[in-house]
């Protein structure tokens, strides 16, 4: 059964602050995501890695970092936390590498709110 | 890159009633289309999935269709019960796993 966490399920920082939200997942996956979730906008992506240390910008990147250095965790950094990243961060993992399409499974979220 | 419309935004049915989702995409690369189910408070969670060489799939009350040359797929659930309640996110897929989703559609069974 594919486990993937994500560090902490409701979190609260100050405008300025650097995030950090991590993701673990237990199944040897090649590929992770992070997306943020906004209600009527569904999930967008926000970056992607399909292996260690290797990284790919999705649709709305501005704002966000990543890091990966190990296969199993994934990290989504927020260099200065603004009120418009307050939002719900889903990561998610898949076990196919480049060049074929795998199911996404997700963590339970984190809910982010930025005063 | 790929762009996923999905409608209705919401949908409300009688309890055994049945309910369709639709979506279109934009990149006629794309070959994987999966769909979620998230509950409330609940991670999003694969129900079904087809893929490009397939039009169409079922699995029990549910079943996806997919129509290439119109770049539009759909998610259709029968006899619906008040647990098919959610938020329903369709998907596309390219080459390597990019995917991108719908926004959503909040599907209501009324008891």
Partial sequence: DVKVTQSSRYLVKRTGEKVFLECVQDMDHENMFWYRQDPGLGLRLIYFSYDVKMKEKGDIPEGYSVSREKKERFSLILESASTNQTSMYLCASSASGTGSTDTQYFGPGTRLTVL | ?111
Avoid at chain 2, 3 to 12: A, F, K, R
Avoid at chain 2, 17 to 34: E, L
Avoid at chain 2, 82 to 97: G, L, M
Wanted: neutral net charge; aromatic residues 10%.
């Fill in chain 2, 1 to 111: 890159g790929e762009n996923v419309e999905q409608h209705p935004s919401t949908l409300s049915v009688q309890e055994g009633d049945s309910a369709v989702i639709k979506c279109t995409y934009s990149d006629s690369a794309s070959n994987y289309f999966p769909w979620y189910k998230q509950e409330l408070g609940k991670r999003p969670q694969l129900i079904i999935d087809i893929r490009s060489n397939v039009g169409e799939k079922k699995d029990q009350r549910i079943a996806v269709t997919l129509n290439k040359t119109a770049k539009h797929f759909s998610l259709h659930i029968t006899e619906t019960q008040p647990e098919d309640s959610a938020v329903y996110f369709c998907a596309a897929a390219p080459y390597n796993n990019d995917m991108r989703f719908g926004a959503g559609t909040r599907l209501t069974v009324k008891p």
